[in-house]
């Protein structure tokens, strides 16, 4: 066995060698594994996400009708273009009493129609359907319309536009239940 000056052996200096090699590499697979396991800390959220966006004055929103309207995502990225044009349905109830309907169906999120003669929204995917104030009528949806939250600021209508409305805690299930006979 060679030694060398300092009486350590090759085989140990490639070994030592071997060792500190291994533990940058380690290191450097280590650090995608550690941001990841540490993102929900670490990470913020977009900009945007909680924003408030105008839909436009109330007066274009009659009262009694539904009608639809658009807003730019506020969490878009520049590259988005039209993608990035959320449509919502706006009904004015009465007397500044507002419903705000996420566009896609509670079911698998195809766009939902308002139909004003018959009084629905009506999914042109599956066949789901949903009274004026966005609860399920008939069809596959288990649930009512999503709803944005909103407030009337100055005569504009805002909607909480940054987070898209899901099931939550402050979803409610709007399924209509016929009484017992
Ligand atoms: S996506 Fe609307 S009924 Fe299925």
């Known amino acids: 066995m060679s030694m060398s000056s300092g009486g350590v052996s090759r085989r140990e200096i490639f070994l030592k060698i071997a060792l500190a090699f291994n533990g940058a590499v380690g290191v450097l697979l280590g650090v995608p594994v550690v941001r990841y396991l540490l993102s929900p800390v670490t990470r913020g959220r977009k900009p945007g996400y909680d924003s408030w966006i105008s839909l436009g004055s109330i007066n274009q929103f009659p009262s009694g009708e539904t009608r639809l309207a658009t807003y730019r995502n506020p969490v878009a990225n ?33 766009p939902v129609r308002w139909f004003p003669k ?59 239940r016929l009484p017992c006979a």
């Open 78 to 110: 520049v590259t988005d273009g039209e993608t990035a044009n959320i449509p919502c349905w706006v009904r004015n109830i009465s007397n500044g009493k507002f419903q705000v309907f996420a566009i896609n169906c509670a079911h698998l999120g195809c």
């Open 118 to 176: 018959s009084g629905l929204f009506m999914c042109p995917c599956h066949g789901g359907a949903y009274y004026a104030d966005g609860s399920r009528a008939s069809g596959p949806p288990e649930r009512g319309l999503f709803e944005y939250r909103f407030k009337i600021v100055d005569g504009n209508l805002h909607i909480q536009a940054g987070e898209m409305p899901t099931p939550g805690p402050s979803a409610l299930i709007q399924i209509k």
